[in-house]
């Protein structure tokens, strides 16, 4: 990588590589740098805009209401973060993801216009994606927060209705040890007079403190939007304004209804400005689609693939495999970051899994094979040495931890009979996991975007229709 802008009409590729050299820190969050670089650049959006943030569920919900909103006619723009297979996936306009050479055109703008101020890779490269919707023409954007809120880039853009999916522990080093500390970072995507909605069925007080205190419109899940359903069918109930006889989301998962609700009660806000009928919401949770997320990939044996990487995702993952029925044998290709709760997030799914093929992720923040199974060890009760970073990824409580102080270890469960192997790479292990499975198993392949995307990458290769 070289510290050296690339050449006018270089690659994608070599500006990617490029963004990785160009500020000192990989995240350093903060809005004064973007702030200024955005005020050269005149950049402003003269559309609704809407912002999710959330430790799970950011993802689906704005994948429901592009779907919902494309489907009603209107000219949307989404951005996103991670991507799985490419860059591209995170800008799109349309339904439509952002070409190389669009993305370029944006990021040789943002170079000149720079100065002096550097900028992160994710700071860059939302620069990026607003200039793009700032030039097409929009009249909808969803935005999704990459890391908390109240110092995210996503968070320069003043929201016209925010949406707050879930709160939990995740990114504790940068948002604080306790869902009451994660909570107020994320309340912060709120505006004074806008439409706040809330998802979570157990908000922490300080989201709703901060939304009291800075005059935002709050709706809580429960209180002022809810939902009911059966098996055939379900229903959105707002403050005002009711859909019946609503066809259950095409994204898997027990908590798509409450994402899909979030939606809902979004637009609903919303509509004095966007017109969504029924049949739009119908056909737009009919038709949505998110890689990735609790997806069951067509034929045997059954092979599931979820980016979940944190212990409220995990125990959301575990309720989805319940409901899926017995199988003799699950197989668990898992690859995750070093900055994660690896060993609460694991235990989550430790009762579900017979066989863990654990894999090495690489990169700063990847974890080792070994280390992953160390800690796969020490949750199933296995009399495996314990070295330093078990320690480290010990559950922190929610709640009770204070900064800078280290968890005790969870107490190990009954010890199980499972088996631990390891491997240099998800994909690896994947192929390893489909030599020993048989048609009536299943694999579970999840912990990371960088575990799913590899094994993504794979399938695509074999000409599976695996990204819709």
């Given at each position: 990588?070289?510290?050296?802008?690339?050449?006018?009409?270089?690659?994608?590729?070599?500006?990617?590589?490029?963004?990785?050299?160009?500020?000192?820190?990989?995240?350093?969050?903060?809005?004064?740098?973007?702030?200024?670089?955005?005020?050269?650049?005149?950049?402003?959006?003269?559309?609704?805009?809407?912002?999710?943030?959330?430790?799970?569920?950011?993802?689906?919900?704005?994948?429901?209401?592009?779907?919902?909103?494309?489907?009603?006619?209107?000219?949307?723009?989404?951005?996103?973060?991670?991507?799985?297979?490419?860059?591209?996936?995170?800008?799109?306009?349309?339904?439509?993801?952002?070409?190389?050479?669009?993305?370029?055109?944006?990021?040789?703008?943002?170079?000149?216009?720079?100065?002096?101020?550097?900028?992160?890779?994710?700071?860059?490269?939302?620069?990026?994606?607003?200039?793009?919707?700032?030039?097409?023409?929009?009249?909808?954007?969803?935005?999704?927060?990459?890391?908390?809120?109240?110092?995210?880039?996503?968070?320069?853009?003043?929201?016209?209705?925010?949406?707050?999916?879930?709160?939990?522990?995740?990114?504790?080093?940068?948002?604080?040890?306790?869902?009451?500390?994660?909570?107020?970072?994320?309340?912060?995507?709120?505006?004074?007079?806008?439409?706040?909605?809330?998802?979570?069925?157990?908000?922490?007080?300080?989201?709703?403190?901060?939304?009291?205190?800075?005059?935002?419109?709050?709706?809580?899940?429960?209180?002022?939007?809810?939902?009911?359903?059966?098996?055939?069918?379900?229903?959105?109930?707002?403050?005002?304004?009711?859909?019946?006889?609503?066809?259950?989301?095409?994204?898997?998962?027990?908590?798509?209804?409450?994402?899909?609700?979030?939606?809902?009660?979004?637009?609903?806000?919303?509509?004095?400005?966007?017109?969504?009928?029924?049949?739009?919401?119908?056909?737009?949770?009919?038709?949505?689609?998110?890689?990735?997320?609790?997806?069951?990939?067509?034929?045997?044996?059954?092979?599931?693939?979820?980016?979940?990487?944190?212990?409220?995702?995990?125990?959301?993952?575990?309720?989805?495999?319940d409901s899926m029925g017995h199988?003799?044998?699950?197989?668990?290709?898992?690859?995750?970051?070093?900055?994660?709760?690896?060993?609460?997030?694991?235990?989550?799914?430790?009762?579900?899994?017979?066989?863990?093929?654990?894999?090495?992720?690489?990169?700063?923040?990847?974890?080792?094979?070994?280390?992953?199974?160390?800690?796969?060890?020490?949750?199933?009760?296995?009399?495996?040495?314990?070295?330093?970073?078990?320690?480290?990824?010990?559950?922190?409580?929610?709640?009770?931890?204070?900064?800078?102080?280290?968890?005790?270890p969870r107490q190990a469960v009954?010890?199980?009979?499972?088996?631990?192997?390891?491997?240099?790479?998800?994909?690896?292990?994947?192929?390893?996991?489909?030599?020993?499975?048989?048609?009536?198993?299943?694999?579970?392949?999840?912990?990371?975007?960088?575990?799913?995307?590899?094994?993504?990458?794979?399938?695509?290769?074999?000409?599976?229709?695996?990204?819709?």
């Amino acid at each position: 990588m070289s510290s050296i802008a690339p050449a006018h009409g270089a690659a994608l590729a070599d500006w990617l590589a490029y963004l990785e050299t160009l500020h000192p820190k990989a995240i350093d969050l903060g809005l004064d740098r973007i702030r200024t670089v955005a005020q050269r650049l005149e950049l402003s959006l003269d559309c609704v805009k809407i912002t999710v943030a959330g430790t799970n569920g950011k993802g689906s919900t704005c994948a429901m209401l592009e779907a919902i909103l494309l489907d009603a006619g209107y000219r949307v723009g989404q951005y996103t973060s991670p991507h799985l297979l490419r860059f591209n996936e995170r800008i799109r306009i349309n339904g439509q993801e952002a070409s190389d050479a669009e993305i370029v055109a944006q990021m040789e703008r943002i170079e000149a216009a720079r100065g002096d101020t550097t900028l992160t890779y994710f700071e860059m490269t939302t620069l990026a994606a607003l200039l793009l919707f700032q030039a097409s023409n929009l009249e909808v954007v969803v935005l999704e927060v990459g890391l908390g809120g109240r110092l995210d880039a996503v968070n320069l853009i003043d929201t016209d209705c925010a949406i707050l999916t879930s709160v939990d522990l995740d990114h504790m080093a940068y948002l604080g040890n306790t869902r009451e500390a994660i909570g107020w970072e994320k309340a912060h995507i709120f505006r004074p007079g806008k439409p706040a909605i809330c998802a979570d069925p157990v908000p922490p007080q300080t989201v709703i403190d901060y939304a009291a205190e800075i005059g935002a419109n709050l709706w809580r899940f429960g209180i002022d939007f809810n939902y009911s359903g059966d098996r055939q069918q379900w229903a959105y109930g707002g403050r005002s304004q009711r859909r019946n006889a609503l066809g259950y989301p095409a994204l898997r998962g027990a908590n798509q209804l409450l994402n899909a609700s979030a939606a809902l009660a979004a637009l609903e806000n919303l509509r004095d400005r966007l017109v969504v009928t029924q049949q739009n919401v119908r056909q737009g949770l009919l038709h949505v689609s998110l890689p990735g997320r609790m997806q069951i990939l067509p034929g045997l044996p059954a092979t599931i693939l979820d980016v979940g990487h944190n212990p409220h995702a995990a125990a959301t993952l575990g309720q989805n495999l319940d409901s899926m029925g017995h199988y003799p044998h699950t197989y668990a290709v898992v690859g995750m970051l070093h900055d994660k709760d690896i060993g609460t997030t694991l235990s989550r799914l430790s009762r579900r899994v017979d066989r863990w093929l654990c894999a090495t992720l690489g990169g700063p923040r990847g974890t080792t094979g070994q280390e992953l199974a160390d800690i796969v060890h020490r949750i199933t009760g296995d009399t495996a040495p314990v070295d330093p970073f078990v320690a480290q990824a010990a559950e922190i409580k929610r709640g009770d931890q204070k900064p800078g102080v280290r968890a005790t270890p969870r107490q190990a469960v009954p010890a199980q009979d499972v088996q631990v192997s390891t491997f240099d790479s998800p994909e690896q292990a994947f192929a390893e996991a489909r030599k020993l499975a048989g048609d009536n198993d299943r694999i579970l392949v999840f912990g990371s975007f960088a575990t799913v995307g590899p094994v993504l990458q794979v399938l695509r290769q074999e000409g599976r229709d695996v990204l819709s």
